[in-house]
Nanobody, 122 residues
Framework: QVQLVESGGGLVQAGGSLRLSCAASGSFLSINDMGWYRQAPGKQRELVAVIISGGTTNYADSVKGRFTISRDNAKNMVYLQMNDLKPEDTAVYYC????????????????WGQGTQVTVSS
């Protein structure tokens, strides 16, 4: 199984920056896609950014040019650098990983972290 622990959330003024980190641990065979999602009050969870093991990235239109996702495969970590934050970025940010375990090496499994709150004040 994979455990994901996020850190780096907090309160920041509009225009400020935050860096989120997510550490993956546990007994797994591989981790492929890693990404960040967010959920604002009263809204559905939405994709923010995703990065696959080869380094290809994909971003929500609302964060393109402001957020950067990166990963350290050796440390099983994924990061989200958030610049020029806006009040509408306020949400709980969740780390997600897609990986495999030894007992079922051809079955991709989806794992979520507990979330970290990001609040942007105007």
């Amino acid at each position: 199984q994979v455990q994901l622990v996020e850190s780096g959330g907090g309160l920041v003024q509009a225009g400020g920056s935050l860096r989120l980190s997510c550490a993956a641990s546990g007994s797994f065979l591989s981790i492929n896609d890693m990404g960040w999602y967010r959920q604002a009050p009263g809204k559905q969870r939405e994709l923010v950014a995703v990065i696959i093991s080869g380094g290809t990235t994909n971003y929500a239109d609302s964060v393109k040019g402001r957020f950067t996702i990166s990963r350290d495969n050796a440390k099983n970590m994924v990061y989200l650098q958030m610049n020029d934050l806006k009040p509408e970025d306020t949400a709980v940010y969740y780390c997600k990983a897609v990986g495999t375990i030894a007992s079922t090496p051809f079955v991709p499994r989806h794992y979520w972290g507990q979330g970290t709150q990001v609040t942007v004040s105007s």
